[in-house]
Structures are given as structure tokens and as C-alpha cells.
């Protein structure tokens, strides 16, 4: 679900015409889960009144941590807004959290085998179930939440993004059996946008957010997207 959420939410902003970054946090030994929420919350804040940062997908790391190094936390997001500096960055949060090590990289594509298809695999191995037990396990915090998000990322939240991919995992059965297909699969998206599948063709479009249809109009497809459709119908 998580993987969902953040490949969709990086097509979104991709598709909105907007820079995506990804972003590692460290920190000083002994900061807690719960010190590194709170800096990140101050980060976010004011980061958010400059536009330096719009909409974003966090995660929680814990890492191994070696005989001469004790294991740490990095908050690891994919983000959204204008262009920050890595120095300027580096100094906000030190005065956040104390800790001056941060790490910026451009997100250039968003494919499998692309730069920035590495970086939100990477994103998502650390929101797999194995990664935040051990973070839980690791930790004195009861309520562990290694995955903070933004409204925006994914509209909806990861309740929405559970229903969509609950929805996705059924494109590829019949819908009758009598009528094997082809079929096209069409979600509509919480922000309006519509994704077109058909696994036989191997079409797989995204519309950008539509408007509201009006009373007995019904949701309208692009012009790529139609004549992706009319090609695989």
C-alpha cells in the first residue's frame, strides 16, 4: 500500500509539472522517534510558509549501526516545492534536530529502471512491514508511525490509497465470463484524474484532474487518452 502511494503521488506531481526531490534527514545519537516527529514538524512548518516544500511522503529508518557506530534514525521523503539548497538545508535542520548531515537528490523519472524509479523503490523498501517492526522493536515508543504524509501527496490519504490498490489488484479478472474482453479498467482518483488499464494491450494512461462533470455528464477523457482507448478497443 505504501509502494502505491508513493509511485502514484510521484506520477501525480510529475503529471502537475512539478520538481520531485528526495530528502534523507539524519540525526545525533539518542534521538528518539518521537524528538525526530517533532523536528521534522518545525522543519515542515516553516519550510512550507517559504514554498520550499508543498506536499510529501516521509518515512522513518532505523539504521544497523556498526561496533564504532551506534544505529540512528534518517527520516527519508520524497517531496514536492521550490528549489532549497542542500547548505541551506543542512543549517534549518541543525537548528531543528540538531544534526547537520542532510542529503538532496533530483528525482528524473519515475520508471523501473530510471535514477528516480531507484530512489521510490528505495522509499518504499522502507515502509515494508519487516523495516517498521524493527523500528517498533527498536524503540521505547508504543505507537510507532515511521510513515508521515502529506494531505496532498495522495488525496485521500492511505485509506484511499488501500481502497485503489484493492481496486487495481481486480483489473486483470473478466468482469463477465461470458465476455472475456477486451476490457479497460477505469479508476477515478480522489482528485479527479483518471487511469485507464488494459494488460493486453499494455496501455496505461493517466488523465490530469478533471473538473466536476455536470448534472448527467459523465467523466471526460483526454485526447491521448481516447485514442489510446479507441486503439486498444
Given amino acids: 500500500m505504501a509502494?502505491?502511494?508513493?509511485?502514484?503521488?510521484?506520477?501525480?506531481?510529475f503529471a502537475r509539472?512539478?520538481?520531485?526531490?528526495?530528502?534523507?534527514l539524519t540525526t545525533v545519537e539518542g534521538t528518539t522517534v518521537c524528538d525526530l516527529a517533532a523536528a521534522f514538524n518545525r522543519l515542515r512548518t516553516y519550510l512550507k510558509q517559504t514554498g520550499?516544500?508543498?506536499?510529501?511522503?516521509?518515512?522513518?529508518?532505523?539504521?544497523?549501526?556498526?561496533?564504532?557506530?551506534?544505529?540512528?534514525?534518517?527520516?527519508?521523503?520524497?517531496?514536492?516545492?521550490?528549489?532549497i539548497r542542500q547548505e541551506r538545508l543542512?543549517?534549518?535542520?541543525?537548528?531543528?534536530?540538531?544534526?547537520?548531515?542532510?542529503?538532496?537528490?533530483?528525482v528524473r523519472g519515475s520508471g523501473p529502471r530510471s535514477a528516480g524509479g531507484y530512489l521510490v523503490k528505495q522509499l518504499a523498501r522502507y515502509a515494508m512491514k519487516a523495516q517498521i517492526e524493527q523500528l517498533a522493536a527498536a524503540t521505547s515508543t508504543r505507537r510507532v508511525r515511521p510513515v508521515r504524509t502529506s494531505r496532498g501527496w495522495y488525496p485521500g490519504g492511505?485509506?484511499?490509497?488501500?481502497?485503489?490498490?484493492?481496486?487495481?489488484r481486480t483489473a486483470g479478472a473478466p468482469l463477465r465470463p461470458?465476455?472475456?474482453g477486451p476490457w479497460l479498467f477505469v479508476v477515478r482518483r480522489p482528485n479527479g484524474s483518471l487511469r485507464v488499464?488494459?494488460?493486453?494491450?499494455?496501455?496505461?494512461?493517466?488523465?490530469?484532474?478533471?473538473?466536476?462533470?455536470?448534472?448527467?455528464?459523465g467523466p471526460q477523457l483526454s485526447a491521448d487518452a481516447k485514442s489510446s482507448a479507441a486503439a486498444a478497443a
Fill in 52 to 83: 520550499e516544500l508543498r506536499e510529501y511522503f516521509a518515512v522513518i529508518e532505523r539504521t544497523a549501526g556498526e561496533a564504532a557506530a551506534p544505529p540512528l534514525l534518517h527520516l527519508h521523503l520524497l517531496a514536492t516545492g521550490r528549489y
Fill in 90 to 106: 543542512s543549517r534549518l535542520w541543525e537548528q531543528a534536530a540538531g544534526a547537520r548531515v542532510v542529503d538532496v537528490r533530483a
Fill in 197 to 217: 488499464r488494459n494488460a493486453a494491450a499494455c496501455l496505461d494512461v493517466t488523465t490530469l484532474p478533471q473538473p466536476e462533470p455536470s448534472v448527467g455528464a
Fill in 3 to 13: 509502494r502505491f502511494a508513493i509511485e502514484q503521488g510521484t506520477a501525480d506531481a
Fill in 158 to 168: 492511505m485509506k484511499a490509497a488501500a481502497r485503489a490498490l484493492a481496486a487495481e
Fill in 178 to 180: 461470458d465476455d472475456p
Fill in 17 to 24: 509539472g512539478e520538481r520531485v526531490r528526495f530528502l534523507t
